[in-house]
């Protein structure tokens, strides 16, 4: 879609509303606006009429986002995209009924809001143009100077323009629902014997068909009308017979010509065809994303291999030879030598430690393993178990309490759960042990997973900065080491279950990283 579509952001979040209002900016939508009620977004709407809304379902004021967005539903032909972190299911059923066009799942990445709002946009656009196409048509039917009428595959009537009423003596709120057949008595003029129902032989025929001469309709009133027809099957995008539109006219009050019968059956296909087209375009333009990602994702698996294979070589030989020189030479050189020796195999080792992360990274989406029924407290105690010498080393303890079994990648929530234990025992505060607790608990078809820790902690502004690559709120000079991976890897992995990774912290008391997974993987 055009990038000078205007976008309104609802949302009481006032830093989340920023960061929003920082993407769009950044992808191209030009002044995206911001509010932070339900209420204000309704005033602001009549103002500025923008093009798309995104809006947050948990609104704080009178009205939350659902009932906003229902407001502007019946009021203002605007689609709504719903942003939220987390719904009961009596919410996300009252979302539903007012019909978003498209749902972003906090937190989300940059792409996901890109893509996500052209596909609501595009799709907005073609629902808008097929009611104009429908309303087209339904005015075409209703004005057309012959008798109209529609039935569904049974053969029941669904629509009747004002010929066809004024012909049979029936009104569509009288017949809607029952057979053609029923009200629509056709005879021949000379035997006075009943005609086969037109809707019943296209049907069996699967094509346009029309009635014999001399064919006589008698209406509600008994009034015998000399008519022609044709009737012609209405069929969907697989060719299948959805229903049947029968056309026909008084031959003896007026003349129609074929060649308006042909016009208006052509109007027809013209629609059917235009709706294809419009179907096809769609299609193809989610066949470009998926290619696109496919590239993408090889990509990322040859990065993965140039890592493991070409780059690693001389990081080796930097280290091997660097020990080599400190071993048979550490007598022959200065301190200042030696100083000079150990921060070079220092930082060989940390880019080895890196491109570890970086590998495991990629992993996630390009070598992962089948969902499968995993027991969280033994992946938990394994984990602890693995750590068992990191963990005497930094004198702490870890914990596990009552823990759920779900679906999922049991590798994958390993490393997680390794990483955020891993993460607790390096913040860890000088003056305590550092302790770390794990348990969770399972709402609905939701699993919490929490891992608590006494640590130093963080000011929650930062929040999402954590959990970005190479996104440190320590430096190294601060004794706190590490790539600056290990918790991007977990959103990675939180990611790809279908969930999302957060935290709650205070500084100098501790932090809690909290995973949201679904409980099972459809």
């Not at 009428?149 to 809607?176: P, Q, S």
């Not at 009737?231 to 009050?253: C, M, Q, S, T, Y």
């Not at 607790?424 to 550092?434: I, N």
Request: hydrophobic share 40%.
């Amino acid at each position: 879609m055009k990038s000078d579509s205007k976008i309104l952001i609802v949302e009481d979040e006032g830093i989340e509303a920023l960061d929003i209002q920082h993407r769009l900016t950044t992808l191209g939508y030009p002044s995206p606006e911001v509010v932070l009620s339900g209420e204000e977004a309704l005033e602001r709407i009549e103002s500025i009429r923008p093009d798309l809304v995104l809006m947050d379902i948990m609104l704080q004021g009178r009205i939350d986002g659902i009932a906003a967005a229902e407001q502007i539903r019946a009021g203002f032909d605007i689609p709504v995209v719903y942003l939220t972190a987390y719904a009961d299911d009596d919410t996300l059923r009252r979302a539903k009924i007012t019909e978003p066009f498209g749902y972003l799942i906090k937190p989300f990445k940059e792409r996901e809001l890109h893509v996500t709002i052209d596909v609501a946009l595009y799709k907005h656009k073609m629902e808008k143009k097929l009611r104009e196409n429908e309303k087209w048509l339904a005015t075409t039917l209703k004005s057309i100077g012959d008798a109209v009428v529609a039935t569904d595959k049974d053969g029941r009537i669904t629509f009747m323009n004002a010929i066809a009423e004024d012909l049979m003596g029936w009104k569509l709120e009288e017949v809607a629902g029952n057979r053609l057949s029923s009200v629509f008595n056709i005879v021949n003029r000379e035997t006075r014997l009943r005609v086969e129902n037109p809707v019943e032989k296209v049907m069996i025929a699967g094509a346009v068909v029309g009635l014999a001469n001399h064919t006589i309709l008698i209406n509600r009133n008994g009034r015998e009308i000399p008519i022609d027809d044709s009737a012609a099957p209405i069929k969907d995008d697989h060719d299948n017979i959805v229903g049947v539109v029968l056309v026909f006219r008084d031959v003896a009050e007026r003349e129609n010509s074929l060649a308006e019968i042909c016009r208006y059956r052509d109007e027809l296909e013209l629609r059917v065809g235009e709706r294809t087209t419009e179907l096809l375009l769609a299609n193809e333009g989610l066949s470009k994303y998926a290619r696109k990602l496919e590239g993408l994702n090889k990509e990322l698996q040859e990065f993965a291999f140039v890592t493991s294979h070409d780059l690693r070589e001389p990081l080796r030989k930097i280290q091997t030879f660097g020990h080599m020189i400190g071993k048979k030479y550490r007598e022959n050189l200065p301190p200042e030598g030696l100083d000079y020796l150990s921060r070079m195999t220092g930082a060989a080792k940390r880019i080895s430690d890196l491109l570890d992360s970086l590998l495991s990274y990629s992993r996630i989406i390009t070598k992962p393993h089948p969902f499968q029924p995993v027991d969280l407290a033994a992946v938990a105690r394994d984990t602890v178990s693995d750590l068992e010498v990191t963990i005497s080393k930094a004198g702490g303890t870890v914990t596990i309490g009552e823990l759920p079994r779900i679906e999922a990648d049991s590798v994958q929530i390993r490393q997680l759960l390794q990483n955020l234990v891993c993460n607790a025992l390096k913040y860890c505060k000088e003056t305590e042990k550092p302790r770390v607790r794990i348990h969770g608990r399972t709402t609905g078809r939701i699993c919490e997973i929490f891992v608590e820790d006494n640590g130093i902690g963080f000011e929650e502004q930062y929040v999402d900065r954590i959990f970005k690559p190479f996104q440190r709120l320590h430096g190294r000079d601060e004794h706190y080491d590490g790539t600056g991976i290990g918790l991007a890897i977990c959103r990675k992995i939180a990611e790809h279950h279908g969930g999302y990774i957060t935290a709650r912290s205070t500084p100098g008391v501790g932090s809690t990283f909290i995973v949201e997974l679904p409980s099972s993987q459809s």
